[in-house]
Nanobody
Framework: QVQLVESGGGLVQAGGSLRLSCAASGRTFSTAAMGWFRQAPGKAREFVAR????????YYADSVKGRFTISRDNAKNTVYLQMNSLKPEDTAVYYC????????????WGQGTQVTVSS
């Protein structure tokens, strides 16, 4: 069974930075693509970033490209999201998720961590 636990959220002023972490349990982490998503109040959940199993390729939503960086440490079973130049519109609950092998679906999700950016 896979469990994902996010941490690192909080309140930050616009222009500031935060680093989110997602600690994973289970034997599949090191071979799985991982993603970060977010959901703002009253809005649908949206894709933020994705990283393949060995960190060789990363993908970003246009809204965060150049400001956010996804990375992973397979030895620590952890994926990170470094968020710089934060904007009030980045305010949301951020979730990490593990992609199902051979599928475009994400089968495991964390409980989320709140990020609030004040103007």
């Amino acid at each position: 069974q896979v469990q994902l636990v996010e941490s690192g959220g909080g309140l930050v002023q616009a222009g500031g930075s935060l680093r989110l972490s997602c600690a994973a349990s289970g034997r599949t982490f090191s071979t799985a693509a991982m993603g970060w998503f977010r959901q703002a109040p009253g809005k649908a959940r949206e894709f933020v970033a994705r990283i393949i199993w060995n960190g060789g390729n990363t993908y970003y939503a246009d809204s965060v490209k150049g400001r956010f960086t996804i990375s992973r440490d397979n030895a620590k079973n952890t994926v990170y999201l470094q968020m710089n130049s934060l904007k009030p519109e980045d305010t949301a609950v951020y979730y990490c998720a593990e992609q199902v092998a051979g599928s475009s679906m994400y089968g495991y999700w964390g409980q989320g961590t709140q990020v609030t950016v004040s103007s």
